[in-house]
């Protein structure tokens, strides 16, 4: 896929992803899939060995594809978003009230993972904005603070009733 374009780049990729994805749904929605399945654009090699999904092997793990430093950026984002919503449901809060959330982060590499998923968190936690800090003299007075792992605590404003 190196020499490709970008978008025959980006379309091999959702080939990719839809076929791997039809072969893991199908033992649970087998007639959809194989519809769809069929739908696929095809080389006529592949239509010759495998000609239906129900035949097509399982897909199998790619040790190629794991990559264990996004998998523990992915782990503390989903630990800082799981913080965050048991903080708003400790407080009362409605998924509809947004509030700020500040994250203090301990080193430069867990603030920049969160300077990255600014925008899951934010959606995900229902934040109206979130920022990454190092220093604690920047936190303001009034929030409460929730420890998310040893990399950072998650402290979010409480909104003044």
Known sequence: ?????????????????????????????????EELWQRLPRKEADLQTTPSIMIAPYPAPTESWKNLGVEAEMALLNAIIGTARSARVAQGLTPKQKTPLIVLCHDESVAATVAKGVMSISTLASCDSVRAILDKTELPSNLESHAVNDGARCTIHIPSQ
């Open 1 to 33: 896929m190196e020499g490709l374009p970008k978008k025959s780049w980006s379309a091999a990729v959702l080939w990719l992803c839809l076929d791997v994805g039809l072969r893991l749904l199908h033992p649970f929605m087998p007639f959809v899939t």
